[in-house]
C-alpha cells in the first residue's frame, strides 16, 4: 500500500511537465501543465473536427431533486447527478439546453469539470465549453467539447443572458480521459 502511495506522489511530481508533438512538422513541444495540453486539444478540435449542427433542446419532464446531498436531475427516467458548482453553469442542463440524450448513453451519469473555454470564444454569438461524463459502469471519464450559439449576443453578453436564448450548435465525440 506504501509503494502505490510513493508511486502517486513520484507521478504527481514528475506529470507537471507535459510534451506533445505537434501536427506540423512532428517537432516537440513542452506545456507548462496538463490544462495548457488540454486547451491545445480542445483549439485543434475545433480547428480539424467542428462541424454545426442544431441539437435540439431536452422536451421531456425534467424534475430536479434538492432533496438529497447532490444535485440530482431527472430527464424522464434518465438519473444525472450535476457536480457543477456554479448555479449558471448547470442552468446547462437543469434548462434542458444540453439534451443528455445526445452524449454517451446510459441510465445514469455524473457530471463535472465545467468549464467555459474562454480563449476559444472569437465572438459574441459562439461559446465554448469542457466537461466530464462518469458514466455508470465505466471506469474512466469521457470529456466533451460543446459549443452553444446565441444568434443575438455579443461579446458584452453576459452569461446567464446569453444562455436563455442558447442552443447547442456542435457537440464533440467523446474522449477518454486517462
Same mark, same amino acid.
Given at each position: 500500500?506504501?509503494?502505490?502511495?510513493?508511486?502517486?506522489?513520484?507521478?504527481?511530481?514528475?506529470?507537471?511537465?507535459?510534451?506533445?508533438?505537434?501536427?506540423?512538422?512532428?517537432?516537440?513541444?513542452?506545456?507548462?501543465?496538463?490544462?495548457?495540453?488540454?486547451?491545445?486539444?480542445?483549439?485543434?478540435?475545433?480547428?480539424?473536427? %467542428?462541424?454545426?449542427?442544431?441539437?435540439?433542446?431536452?422536451?421531456?419532464?425534467?424534475?430536479?431533486?434538492?432533496?438529497?446531498?447532490?444535485?440530482?436531475?431527472?430527464?424522464?427516467?434518465?438519473?444525472?447527478?450535476?457536480?457543477?458548482?456554479?448555479?449558471? %453553469?448547470?442552468?446547462?442542463?437543469?434548462?434542458?439546453?444540453?439534451?443528455?440524450?445526445?452524449?454517451? %448513453?446510459?441510465?445514469?451519469?455524473?457530471?463535472?469539470?465545467?468549464?467555459?473555454?474562454?480563449?476559444?470564444?472569437?465572438?459574441?454569438?459562439?461559446?465554448?465549453?469542457?466537461?466530464?461524463?462518469?458514466?455508470?459502469?465505466?471506469?474512466?471519464?469521457?470529456? %466533451?467539447?460543446?459549443?452553444? *450559439?446565441?444568434?443575438?449576443?455579443?461579446?458584452?453578453?453576459?452569461?446567464?443572458?446569453?444562455?436563455?436564448?442558447?442552443?447547442? *450548435?456542435?457537440?464533440?465525440?467523446?474522449?477518454?480521459?486517462?
Amino acid at each position: 500500500m506504501k509503494a502505490a502511495y510513493l508511486f502517486l506522489i513520484v507521478i504527481a511530481f514528475c506529470g507537471c511537465k507535459t510534451v506533445g508533438r505537434s501536427a506540423v512538422g512532428g517537432e516537440e513541444r513542452t506545456y507548462a501543465n496538463q490544462g495548457e495540453y488540454e486547451n491545445l486539444l480542445a483549439e485543434q478540435h475545433f480547428n480539424q473536427d %467542428y462541424e454545426v449542427r442544431q441539437y435540439q433542446k431536452f422536451n421531456g419532464n425534467i424534475v430536479k431533486d434538492s432533496l438529497s446531498g447532490h444535485n440530482i436531475v431527472y430527464f424522464d427516467s434518465l438519473r444525472v447527478i450535476l457536480n457543477i458548482e456554479d448555479e449558471v %453553469y448547470r442552468g446547462v442542463f437543469t434548462e434542458g439546453i444540453l439534451n443528455p440524450r445526445h452524449l454517451y %448513453y446510459s441510465q445514469s451519469m455524473q457530471l463535472c469539470c465545467f468549464k467555459e473555454l474562454t480563449h476559444l470564444n472569437k465572438n459574441g454569438t459562439k461559446r465554448r465549453f469542457r466537461f466530464w461524463v462518469f458514466e455508470e459502469g465505466m471506469a474512466n471519464p469521457l470529456e %466533451y467539447l460543446i459549443e452553444l *450559439t446565441n444568434g443575438t449576443a455579443t461579446s458584452q453578453t453576459t452569461l446567464s443572458e446569453f444562455l436563455n436564448k442558447a442552443v447547442v *450548435t456542435h457537440i464533440s465525440e467523446p474522449r477518454v480521459i486517462i
